[in-house]
């Protein structure tokens, strides 16, 4: 089974890179993908752990993106993290990111019992902050009982407290992972529940613009979302994968939930500019 979408410490999970691919061997899982938010900084880690555990490692990212100010997730696989163009969004991105959690817990602290050293206190070294991180920090001052309420309330689009970041566009995303021999999937393209999500034209666009594929298979799409995305990979001559989204304990994701079809998995790897780590 391959699972192309897990997160770690490196960003917004709560599990270290190597554990999550000792979870995805418990799970049973032959390959598993690292696609932390806007970094590579667990690769390594995760490569070590890959190689003692025997699972295949792929290595990608969930890079932050905006189409007419729609957040767009785009997953890079086997990409090259040194890419100046890229390394540039990427940084960028990050630091946005980190400019923004710090305004969003000082409007949180205004009204509740939670500072930004508690925010700090809940992400890994060199981590790329984002909400959950915050999410966490709510959870432990006891304002909200989890993630998932977090978000719903408080730090959801339109409340009080939300505070946007800069990204690159999505069509300028796919081209940059492109030019760093990366191979661009769009993630959780039809989750309506976490936003607004781009119309079909868009993907259209996307795709002409060089992405690879669509995250079909997901928790965040019901059966409909799932068929439409499908109908609409098959028009634009894109692949579809699926995959878990797995965040450790920060989410109720299931590592391995969700899978993608091996000859799948090979295309990326034919067109991607890293080999997939095997043992």
Do not use: C
Request: proline share 4%.
């Amino acid at each position: 089974m391959i699972d192309l979408h897990t997160h770690s410490t490196a960003s917004d999970g709560t599990d270290a890179p190597g554990q999550v691919v000792a979870a995805a061997a418990a799970a049973g899982l032959a390959v598993v993908a690292l696609t932390d938010h806007d970094t590579a900084a667990g690769w390594d880690e995760a490569a070590e752990a890959a190689a003692r555990t025997g699972v295949a490692l792929v290595r990608g990212a969930e890079i932050s993106t905006t189409s007419d100010h729609i957040s767009v997730h785009m997953l890079a696989y086997l990409h090259d993290p040194t890419h100046a163009e890229l390394v540039g969004e990427l940084e960028r991105t990050r630091a946005s990111r980190l400019t923004r959690l710090e305004r969003m817990a000082a409007l949180l602290g205004e009204d509740y019992p939670i500072t930004w050293e508690d925010v700090l206190a809940h992400t890994g070294e060199d981590a790329t902050v984002g909400r959950p991180h915050l999410a966490d920090a709510l959870v432990a001052a006891g304002v909200v009982g989890t993630r998932d309420e977090a978000f719903a309330t408080m730090l959801r689009s339109g409340t009080r407290y939300y505070v946007p970041h800069t990204a690159p566009d999505s069509v300028t995303a796919v081209r940059v992972i492109r030019a760093a021999g990366g191979v661009p999937v769009f993630a959780h393209p039809g989750a309506a529940q976490r936003g607004r999500v781009v119309g079909e034209d868009r993907i259209e666009e996307l795709a002409a613009a060089g992405l690879a594929g669509l995250e079909v298979d997901h928790r965040d799409h019901d059966d409909a979302t799932r068929a439409r995305l499908r109908d609409l990979a098959g028009a634009l001559g894109l692949f579809v994968t699926g995959s878990s989204d797995y965040h450790g304990a920060g989410k109720p994701n299931r590592i391995g939930e969700n899978t993608t079809a091996a000859d799948v998995l090979a295309r990326i790897e034919e067109e991607g500019a890293l080999e997939v780590l095997r043992p």
